[in-house]
């Protein structure tokens, strides 16, 4: 199941309430359009958060690192 920015399973809804009356506005290839790029955005952000760890991660490696160099002197 994938899931959305808002947590939910339909990515349709992910945001409707940026833009009311949605269904009516924008033809079907455009909501597929829309609903896509909506998701892709979401990969994105997790991509990103997930980066962001592996970051924090290596970081904190580094940190003991130069604490255990610089108890040896």
Do not use: C, K, W
């Not at 945001?15 to 924008?26: A, C, E, K, T, W």
């Not at 990103?48 to 160099?69: D, F, G, H, K, V």
């Amino acid at each position: 199941m994938v899931r959305t920015l808002l947590g939910q399973s339909d990515p349709s809804s992910a945001v409707p309430y940026l833009i009311p009356n949605r269904d009516r506005v924008f033809p079907a290839r455009h909501e597929r359009a829309i609903t896509g790029l909506e998701q892709h955005n979401v990969d994105l952000a997790a991509s990103l958060e997930e980066r962001e760890a592996e970051l924090a991660a290596a970081r904190e490696a580094n940190r003991q690192l130069i604490r255990t160099l610089n108890q040896r002197e």
